[in-house]
């Protein structure tokens, strides 16, 4: 009897703990089983290429070139960026609005051969940061799958991608992603899945 009366009242207590509105709300970060992902589909030749200042944008070009086994490029201005926020920031804004190409260190001689390129930025001022005009404006992509991804705070993505899109009318845009700040711990597999949904790898069939 004292037992019925110790289970109950622990079932009681889990019951009541597990109802709490002050207990946190357990997000969804958890770590998902993700199958492995094989070759990508196909004999497609992929570039990954990305322009990142603070290493946010380098971190995820490295999965996706992990995971799809692409070669991988760093845009490079030919003048750095400074590490200053506020006089970054203010710079930005005014090459955003002026439309304004910073030259590119980074030339990639060999675009014509691949048919996949990725390319990467971190949002800057609700676009795509600048080095990317550069680059897209410098690089031949007509005719070639292009695939955004991008890292950045809490802005939309959407106006990057309109740019992309304006920049490369005869190019097929693939849906992009967008790793926002304090989502890293789910990134990778969030990649994966993605990569699968647009097409570029495949899985493993059994695993
Ligand atoms: C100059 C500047 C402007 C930024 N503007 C935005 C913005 O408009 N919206 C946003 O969500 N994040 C903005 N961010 C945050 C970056 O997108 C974010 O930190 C990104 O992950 C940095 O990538 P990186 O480490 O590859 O450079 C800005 C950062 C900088 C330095």
Redesign the pocket.
């Given at each position: 009897m004292k037992n019925k009366i110790y289970f109950l009242l622990t079932w009681l207590m889990l019951v009541a703990t597990g109802c709490s509105a002050d207990e946190p709300q357990k997000e969804s970060t958890e770590t998902p089983q993700v199958e492995e992902p094989e070759e990508p589909s196909g004999n497609r030749k992929i570039l990954v290429v990305?322009?990142?200042?603070?290493?946010?944008?380098?971190?995820?070009a490295e999965y996706i070139h992990e995971t799809v086994k692409s070669d991988l490029v760093e845009i490079k201005t030919v003048d750095t960026?400074t590490d200053d926020?506020e006089t970054?920031?203010a710079?930005?804004?005014e090459e955003v609005a002026a439309e304004y190409c910073p030259p590119l260190e980074t030339s990639v001689e060999n675009i014509s051969s691949y048919d996949v390129v990725f390319i990467?930025?971190?949002?800057?001022?609700?676009?795509a940061?600048p080095p990317i005009r550069s680059f897209l404006n410098t690089h031949e992509l007509v005719g070639k799958t292009v695939v955004p991804f991008?890292?950045?705070?809490?802005?939309?993505a959407e106006a990057s991608y309109n740019l992309i899109r304006s920049l490369c009318p005869q190019s097929e845009i693939l849906e992009g992603i967008q790793?926002?700040?304090g989502t890293y711990d789910t990134a990778y597999e969030r990649i994966v899945a993605w990569l699968q949904e647009i097409g570029i790898v495949e899985l493993n069939n059994g695993v």
């Open positions: 990305y322009f990142s200042h603070t290493g946010n944008t380098r971190t995820i960026y926020y970054l920031l710079q930005a804004r990467g930025y971190p949002i800057w001022v609700e676009t940061a991008c890292t950045s705070g809490t802005s939309s790793i926002r700040r």
